[in-house]
């Protein structure tokens, strides 16, 4: 089980349940790819926001560029 993140058009995130797993969508080759873990706290945290669970803040999160 995990909670994924869209964030608009840009970003597509997903973390597990307990944290050991997290991945983004990668527009260009069209699959999962995983994130280091350093992202984890972050994602988590961007989670909480959109689910109006913690106060709206800044994260720092892996986004690439706009796909041409």
């Known amino acids: ?4 993140l869209r964030i608009g ?6 973390r597990s349940q307990d944290g050991e797993h997290l ?3 990668n527009m260009e080759t069209d699959r999962w790819e995983p ?3 350093r ?5 988590r ?3 909480r ?7 709206v803040d800044l994260v720092d999160l892996p986004i ?3 796909r041409k």
């Open 9 to 14: 058009r840009i970003a597509l995130l997903y």
């Open 49 to 55: 926001m959109a689910g109006q669970k913690k106060a």
């Open 45 to 47: 945290d961007a989670i």
């Open 64 to 66: 690439g560029g706009p």
């Open 1 to 4: 089980r995990v909670d994924v």
């Open 23 to 25: 991945g983004r969508w």
């Open 39 to 43: 992202y984890g706290l972050a994602v």
């Open 35 to 37: 994130l280091d873990s």
